[in-house]
Structure formats: C-alpha cells, structure tokens
Nanobody, 123 residues
Framework: QVQLVESGGGLVQAGGSLRLSCAPS????????MGWFRQAPGKEREFVAA????????YYADSVKGRFTISRDNAKDTVYLQMNSLQPEDAGVYYC????????????????WGQGTQVTVSS
C-alpha cells in the first residue's frame, strides 16, 4: 500500500524550475526522516536529497547541490523539493521516501515510498 503521495512533476525546458511535494496517506510522518530519489530510463534509482525530522540535518547528492533545496513543514506534514536550473540529466521519475530515525541516503534504508512523479526536461 502506497503511504506517500508525490505531486508537482511535469515538463519543463532546460534552465526552468519545478517544486515537488510529498504528503502522507494514512499516517503521519512528521517525526520521520524523509528523502527524495530519482530514476532515469535505463538507470538505477539514485539519491537526490534527505532531511531529518527536525530539518536540522540535510544531505544532497553532488549532482544537485546548489540547485535543489529540500525542506519540510511538519505542521502540514509535507516535504518539498525545489528544483532550479533543471537540466536534461535531471529527468526521470522522482520518488519520496520516509523512515524513522536519522536521515539516510541509501534507498534500501527507507521503509515507506510514494508512487513517483514524472519530471521531463527538454533541451
């Protein structure tokens, strides 16, 4: 059963921006660490960004550092990924993930996942 729902994906030209949102379904994740991952066609799922429950600890993949920003609003029980200066290599399905405890960057350390939202970047 999907317990996280992503939204905000779409088609954008290179250099453009998108803001993804992730909200829970059926339970709260305000006390959980959250992460964003992406998967391009023919490639394995890769880490993008992560944030702990309080928002104090944040990690970014080197490929998105300085362009993407992860944040959360625990009052709304929602996590965001602001993506700026998008490039064709950023395209793929973006997934939201959650798990209790410290922020982590390995996909196999997350127990809860969303269904994914498509991001397409044209050059």
């Amino acid at each position: 059963q999907v317990q996280l729902v992503e939204s905000g994906g779409g088609l954008v030209q290179a250099g453009g921006s998108l803001r993804l949102s992730c909200a829970p379904s059926g339970r709260t994740f305000s006390s959980y660490s959250m992460g964003w991952f992406r998967q391009a066609p023919g490639k394995e799922r890769e880490f993008v960004a992560a944030i702990n429950w309080s928002g104090v600890t944040i990690y970014y993949a080197d490929s998105v550092k300085g362009r993407f920003t992860i944040s959360r609003d625990n009052a709304k029980d929602t996590v965001y990924l602001q993506m700026n200066s998008l490039q064709p290599e950023d395209a793929g399905v973006y997934y939201c993930a959650a798990d209790y405890g410290r922020a982590r960057i390995r996909s196999d350390e997350y127990a809860y996942w969303g269904q994914g939202t498509q991001v397409t970047v044209s050059s």
